[in-house]
């Protein structure tokens, strides 16, 4: 009779090796609003809402889709931050009178989804922070270092700081003083909302993404503060390339130097 015992040997000699080359990245599944948002743009653009028409409510939206009301309340929100409806206060959402109008989307979907969206990331906030040195103003430095102070609130209350930490990316980029690159970061920084929200809610590990990202954020305003152009520019790619690799994207060396930027004077 064979023995019963674990036998390890036996065990490793039908074991099948494979390559770790071939295996491919597990991709984060949609999010419930993701998928409501798709659904109601899909309507929207194929006329069952047609322009002007207001929205079913959010309880009528809720019990169609199966889903609570929080989620019927974020998609709403990605509609509203792609240009395909509008909300009223006390009555409710509107679909744009051309909805068809804004239709560039970003979105962390497909197997390069978020490489690209932190690519594009890093193209333009590393331009918009090098500019933003050059021409600040101490008004402009004191709303960089009120959005610093909220997410220093989130942070301690461990709480979704991702509202404050876009209104930091957003006075940067007012600090340039040229009305469209406000502008495009206030479009696109809608649309790279979500990547942000990744480090304070899908990957809060006791608070530790949020708090590395702070980290880089002082150093980012510091150099700006400082009006040293070369530091903010190497700051802002340090702090993306940690934030893409804190929600597990490694981004390519050809989109500039990692170097770590000296210190402020």
Same mark, same amino acid.
């Given at each position: 009779?064979?023995?019963?015992?674990?036998?390890?040997?036996?065990?490793?000699?039908?074991?099948?090796?494979?390559?770790?080359?071939?295996?491919?990245?597990?991709?984060?599944?949609?999010?419930?609003?993701?998928?409501?948002? $798709?659904?109601?743009? &899909?309507? @929207?653009?194929?006329?069952?809402?047609?322009?002007?028409? =207001?929205?079913?409510?959010?309880?009528?939206?809720?019990?169609?889709?199966?889903?609570?009301?929080?989620?019927?309340?974020?998609?709403?929100?990605?509609?509203? +931050? *792609?240009?395909?409806?509008?909300?009223?206060?006390?009555?409710?959402?509107?679909?744009?009178?051309?909805?068809?109008?804004?239709?560039?989307? @970003? /979105?962390?979907?497909?197997?390069?989804?978020?490489?690209?969206?932190?690519?594009?990331?890093?193209?333009?906030? $590393?331009?918009? /922070? #090098?500019?933003?040195?050059?021409?600040?103003? #101490?008004?402009?430095?004191?709303?960089?270092?009120?959005?610093?102070?909220?997410?220093?609130?989130?942070? $301690? +209350?461990?709480?979704?700081?991702?509202?404050?930490? *876009?209104?930091?990316?957003?006075?940067? +980029?007012?600090?340039?003083?040229?009305?469209?690159?406000?502008?495009?970061?206030?479009?696109?920084?809608?649309?790279?909302?979500?990547?942000?929200?990744?480090?304070?809610? *899908?990957?809060?590990?006791?608070?530790?993404?949020?708090? =590395? &990202?702070?980290?880089?954020?002082?150093?980012?305003?510091?150099?700006?503060?400082?009006?040293?152009?070369?530091?903010?520019?190497?700051?802002?790619?340090?702090?993306?390339?940690? /934030? /893409?690799?804190?929600?597990?994207?490694?981004?390519?060396? *050809?989109?500039?130097?990692? &170097? #770590?930027?000296?210190?402020?004077?």
């Amino acid at each position: 009779m064979k023995s019963s015992a674990y036998d390890p040997s036996a065990l490793s000699d039908n074991l099948i090796y494979m390559p770790l080359e071939t295996l491919s990245r597990i991709h984060r599944p949609p999010r419930l609003s993701e998928e409501v948002s $798709a659904e109601l743009e &899909a309507r @929207i653009l194929r006329g069952d809402y047609a322009p002007g028409a =207001q929205l079913p409510t959010e309880k009528v939206l809720a019990e169609t889709f199966g889903v609570s009301r929080a989620v019927v309340r974020e998609a709403i929100a990605r509609l509203k +931050a *792609d240009g395909l409806i509008e909300t009223r206060q006390g009555a409710g959402a509107f679909v744009t009178e051309n909805p068809k109008s804004l239709n560039f989307r @970003i /979105a962390p979907g497909g197997e390069d989804g978020l490489l690209h969206i932190f690519e594009l990331r890093t193209m333009v906030e $590393a331009a918009v /922070a #090098e500019l933003a040195a050059r021409r600040r103003t #101490e008004a402009d430095v004191a709303a960089m270092r009120d959005a610093l102070r909220r997410m220093d609130g989130a942070l $301690a +209350a461990e709480i979704n700081g991702s509202e404050a930490d *876009d209104d930091f990316h957003l006075a940067i +980029a007012a600090a340039t003083h040229n009305q469209y690159v406000l502008r495009l970061s206030e479009f696109l920084g809608r649309q790279f909302s979500e990547s942000r929200r990744m480090a304070w809610v *899908d990957h809060p590990r006791g608070m530790e993404s949020p708090r =590395q &990202a702070q980290r880089e954020h002082f150093v980012l305003l510091d150099a700006i503060a400082a009006g040293d152009p070369a530091a903010a520019r190497a700051a802002a790619h340090v702090h993306l390339r940690g /934030a /893409a690799e804190r929600v597990g994207v490694d981004l390519p060396a *050809d989109l500039g130097s990692a &170097a #770590e930027p000296k210190p402020a004077a």
